[in-house]
């Protein structure tokens, strides 16, 4: 069974920065996706970012282009991302997700991680 932790949230004013981590055990990491999503309160949950196992290619959610950076470390089976010129916008709970290799992030992931809070203030 995957099993996913994640860690680095917090609080920050707008237009800093903020690196959340997210560490993988009990299958084999780099036969997965590893994914970002949030969920503000009031809102549904949304896709931020993904990358995948075999490219590393990552994919990312309009608003955060340019300023979020998915990346995975395959030795040390974690995925991060690095969340720079952050806006009260992104304030929300932030979930690291898994799926296997060829699956769709179009559906709901197989893992979810517990979820970090990340608050931005104005």
């Known amino acids: 069974q995957v099993q996913l932790v994640e860690s680095g949230g917090g609080l920050v004013q707008a237009g800093g920065s903020l690196r959340l981590s997210c560490t993988f055990s009990g299958r084999t990491f780099s036969s997965y996706d590893l994914g970002w999503f949030r969920q503000a309160p009031g809102r549904e949950r949304e896709f931020v970012a993904s990358?995948?196992?075999?490219?590393?290619?990552?994919v990312y959610l309009d608003s955060v282009k340019g300023r979020f950076t998915i990346s995975r470390d395959d030795a040390k089976n974690t995925v991060n991302l690095q969340m720079n010129s952050l806006k009260p916008g992104d304030t929300a709970v932030y979930y690291c997700?898994?799926?296997?290799?060829?699956?769709?992030?179009?559906?709901?992931?197989?893992?979810w991680g517990q979820g970090t809070q990340v608050t931005v203030s104005s």
């Open positions: 990358i995948s196992g075999n490219d590393h290619h990552g």
């Open positions: 997700a898994a799926i296997g290799a060829g699956k769709t992030w179009s559906k709901a992931p197989d893992y």
